[in-house]
């Protein structure tokens, strides 16, 4: 089984300041990790992915995140935020199947200030 | 792009009715459909993976009489609350798996008075 671990449960950033959301996961097999950006009352925004191959992921909207097995991790980080990117962000992780149980940590919100 | 189309977006209901919540992969065919419940603040909690013409596989601790999930074509898959009480009132999401990754329905946020 897989979990997932959100360290933080709220990141205060002022405007055009560098960010990073970390996460941490769990798993007894290989992993596909994801982070997904919700605003209120919307669904899930898929920010990036990582499947395979290159550890550094680039995503939507300026994000990317660094997977590294040997800690365990997948932080989040953008060089400068927008107030835009205030939101609620998840990590989630699945199993060697990208087809499996998706399964989440308790979220972080990022709240950028003017 | 891939859509899962989620509806209603908000519904209002009376203790002791039922509601279904329908979510439809709109460009392709989704064999495979997990749906997730979330409290305010909180994250995503999994209830249930349904797969097209077969039963539902529910989480530990999520009533099978109460959240009934019928998957029965590879685009559409329904959550029916029933008898919903005022301790279902929650938001829930439904997520169609793809070979590329997961794509989420916009929710239903869903009052129970």
């Known amino acids: 089984a897989q979990s997932v671990t959100q360290l933080d449960s709220q990141v205060p950033v002022f405007e055009e300041a560098p960010v990073e959301l970390r996460c941490n996961y769990s798993?007894?097999?290989?992993?596909?990790l994801f982070w997904y950006v919700q605003y209120p009352n919307q669904g899930l925004q898929l920010l990036l992915k990582?499947?395979?191959?290159?550890?550094l992921v680039k995503g939507i909207n300026g994000f990317e995140a660094e997977f590294n097995k040997s800690q365990t991790s997948f932080h989040l980080r953008k060089p400068s935020v927008h107030i835009s990117d205030t939101a609620e962000y998840f990590c989630a992780v699945t199993g060697s199947s990208n087809t499996g149980k998706l399964i989440f940590g308790q979220g972080t919100t990022l709240q950028v200030k003017p | 792009g891939a859509v899962v189309s989620q509806h209603p977006s908000w519904v209002i209901c009376k203790s002791g009715t039922s509601v279904k919540i329908e979510c439809r992969s709109l460009?392709?065919?989704?064999?495979?459909m997990f749906w997730y419940r979330q409290f305010p603040k909180q994250s995503l909690m999994l209830m249930a993976t349904s797969n097209e013409g077969s039963k539902a596989t529910y989480e530990q601790g999520v009533e099978k009489d109460k959240f009934l999930i019928n998957h029965a074509s590879l685009t559409l898959s329904t959550l029916t609350v029933t008898s919903a009480h005022p301790e279902d009132s929650s938001f829930y999401i439904c997520?169609?798996?793809?070979?590329?990754?997961?794509?989420f329905g916009s929710g239903t946020r869903l009052t129970v008075v």
């Open positions: 997520s169609a798996s793809r070979r590329d990754g997961y794509t």
């Open positions: 990582y499947l395979s191959g290159s550890t």
């Open positions: 460009d392709f065919q989704a064999t495979t």
């Open positions: 798993s007894s097999v290989s992993v596909y």
